[in-house]
Every structure is written in structure tokens, then in C-alpha cells.
Nanobody
Framework: QVQLVESGGGLVQTGGSLRLSCAAS????????MGWFRQAPGKEREFVAA????????YYADSVKGRFTISRDNAKNTLYLQMNSLKPGDPAVYSC?????????????????WGQGTQVTVSA
């Protein structure tokens, strides 16, 4: 188990940018593949991006390719999601998730730990 805490959400205008952070506890952060998911009210959780435990490979949902960038700093036990060119369709609660594996996954079922999420709101 690893504890995760997201931060960096807020209100931004269409076309603006935000950087989300996910702080992880423990000294084994570098052994976890990580993912970002989002969920809007009344809708299912949606995969956003994922990264291997070492950070050498990444994968993105088609809806965010070219706009979002996932990265990590294992020395700081922190995962990031840089969000550019935000659209009205992007608002949701964004959560980070951890899986004790090298490889990333797009299914939420295979992740072991979840943060509480941070709210992202985009004005129309």
C-alpha cells in the first residue's frame, strides 16, 4: 500500500493550463507504475494517462494526447500531470493511482492505491 495525495486543481478558463501533483508516501515509489484518471459527476471513471515505474514510457487517452503530459520525479516521490489547452469537456475530479509493477495499465481494476482526487473546473 502507498498513500497518495493530489493537489493543483482549481478553476481555469478555456485554453488555460494547470499542473496537478500527486505526492506519494514511502520509499518504494519508484517500484510503482502510476496512472491518472478522471471522473465527472454522474459518469464513469475515465483513464487519462499512465507511466512506468521508472518513467521511461508513457501512454495517453486519445482525448488528451498532445495536450496533457504525465511525468514523475522518483527522488521526490511525486507524480505530475501537466494540462495545457484545457477545454470545457475536461472538468472532473482527477485522481492518481499506483500499481506495484513496472508496466502501466489503462484499467482502473489493476491499480492498488488511489488518492482522494483534486477538482478541475474549466469555464466555458
Amino acid at each position: 500500500q502507498v498513500q497518495l495525495v493530489e493537489s493543483g486543481g482549481g478553476l481555469v478558463q478555456t485554453g488555460g493550463s494547470l499542473r496537478l501533483s500527486c505526492a506519494a508516501s514511502g520509499r518504494t515509489f519508484s517500484s510503482y507504475a502510476m496512472g491518472w484518471f478522471r471522473q465527472a459527476p454522474g459518469k464513469e471513471r475515465e483513464f487519462v494517462a499512465a507511466i512506468t515505474s521508472s518513467g521511461d514510457l508513457t501512454y495517453y487517452a486519445d482525448s488528451v494526447k498532445g495536450r496533457f503530459t504525465i511525468s514523475r520525479d522518483n527522488a521526490k516521490n511525486t507524480l505530475y500531470l501537466q494540462m495545457n489547452s484545457l477545454k470545457p469537456g475536461d472538468p472532473a475530479v482527477y485522481s492518481c493511482a499506483a500499481r506495484q509493477s513496472y508496466g502501466f495499465a489503462i484499467s482502473s481494476r489493476v491499480y492498488d492505491s488511489w488518492g482522494q482526487g483534486t477538482q478541475v473546473t474549466v469555464s466555458a
